[in-house]
């Protein structure tokens, strides 16, 4: 895993680049995960190899990389579900999904908790109706705005 420290607009950024696929790079940001695709692709001499997951993670051997792309964040992918989407009002990490696919909701239900500068935060729904997708895992780390699930 290859680190580097970014300042941007005052701002410092610690950006580790976890892994490189074709013009796709995983990579942690201040802790948060994003996927970025690079405009251009990376050297393959220089690229980090996607590691190999069974059960257990296993570190990669440090590799040399380009200078990654400027990071964006770029506006969640919409929902693959049907009916209205729930989106998360702040960045931070899923820290539990109260509700499955099939369930019945209401105006109001707290359907997901979303920790964010250590505090959680329940977020609610604003319709009611039956859950038809969930597009988030506990764990997740997702920007303002992102899809967190579909209510039809």
């Not at 990389?65 to 964006?72: F, G």
């Not at 929902?79 to 109001?108: A, E």
């Amino acid at each position: 895993m290859n680190k580097f420290q970014y300042k941007v607009q005052g701002v410092d950024y610690d950006v580790e680049i976890e892994e490189l696929e074709g013009n796709v790079a995983k990579v942690l940001v201040n802790g948060i995960r994003f996927e970025v695709e690079l405009k251009q692709p990376i050297n393959p001499a220089h690229a980090i190899r996607k590691k190999t997951e069974l059960h257990q993670p296993t570190p990669a051997a440090p590799q040399q990389a380009a200078q990654p792309a400027p990071i964006v964040n770029q506006a969640p992918n919409p929902g693959t579900g049907t009916g209205s989407q729930v989106k998360s009002p702040l960045p931070g990490t899923i820290t539990s999904i109260n509700v499955k696919v099939g369930d019945v909701v209401k105006d109001g239900d707290t359907v997901v908790v979303l920790e964010a500068m250590k505090m959680q935060n329940n977020i609610e729904t604003e319709f009611s109706g039956t859950v038809t997708s969930i597009l988030v895992n506990q764990g997740d780390s997702v920007l303002e705005g992102a899809v967190l699930l579909t209510i039809a």
